[in-house]
């Protein structure tokens, strides 16, 4: 069975830099997408960025990027010039080329600091 | 459009006692899906609808039932309400497999007492 981690609970970063988010996850399928979703405190899910696994580069929306390493089966989350709107619960996910089911990582929470 | 849209958005309930959630999109969806979301855990799959008329068991099951009403319409049931149903519920819908993104309604909060 497929499983996702994310091994921060929690992080934080001030106003205006940098932090990343990290997942890893264990599979043996080797097609397969990469999600990270974005819950703020409205609890609606917001999807960030998606990650096909058969693509060698690595998916940027904005400020959001990913390191993805596929070897190392590790998919982490870049977020530049942090803004106070970031400050979410971020939930890393992954799921089959052919499978319906998205399993999902515990989520890190990430406070912004003014 | 609104989307995926699920009702209601708070409830309480005493142990015991039953209630269905309701769900709905308007985005032609073929599969729907109820999560439940607890700390720590992030979301578990309780139940999946691929295609009108099938559902299938996710990963936490039990003490749930499903129905897939149509293609716009998937409710939740908990028969005989416990304790440890207390979470947050959502619905979600998807066009398809692989990169198709899933798309979620607002979350039920429901604590039982």
């Known amino acids: 069975a497929q499983t996702v981690t994310q091994s921060q609970p929690e992080m934080s970063v001030q106003e205006a830099e940098t932090v990343t988010l990290s997942c890893t996850y264990d599979t043996s399928e080797s097609d397969y997408y990469l999600f990270w979703y974005k819950q703020p405190p409205s609890r609606q899910m917001i999807l960030v960025i998606r990650?096909?696994?058969?693509?060698?580069q690595n998916a940027t929306e904005n400020r959001f990027s990913v390191n993805f390493q596929k070897a190392a089966k590790s998919f982490s989350l870049k977020i530049s010039d942090s803004q106070l709107g970031d400050a979410a619960m971020y939930f890393c996910?992954?799921?089959?080329?052919?499978?319906?089911?998205?399993?999902f990582g515990p989520g890190t929470r990430l406070s912004v600091l003014p | 459009n609104a989307g995926v849209t699920q009702t209601p958005k708070f409830q309480v309930l005493k142990t015991g006692q039953s209630m269905t959630l309701q769900c709905a999109q308007d985005m032609n969806h073929n599969s729907m899906y109820w999560y439940r979301q607890d700390p720590g855990m992030g979301l578990r799959l309780i139940y999946y609808?691929?295609?009108?008329?099938?559902?299938d068991k996710g990963e936490v099951p039990n003490g749930y039932n499903v129905s897939r009403l149509n293609k716009r319409e998937f409710s939740l049931r908990l028969e005989s309400a416990a304790p440890s149903q207390t979470s947050v519920y959502f619905c979600?819908?998807?066009?398809?497999?692989?990169?198709?993104?899933?798309?979620f309604g607002s979350g039920t909060r429901l604590t039982v007492v």
């Open positions: 609808s691929a295609s009108e008329g099938t559902t």
């Open positions: 996910a992954y799921r089959f080329l052919y499978g319906q089911n998205f399993v």
């Open positions: 990650q096909e696994a058969y693509k060698q």
């Open positions: 979600a819908s998807s066009a398809g497999t692989g990169k198709k993104s899933v798309g």
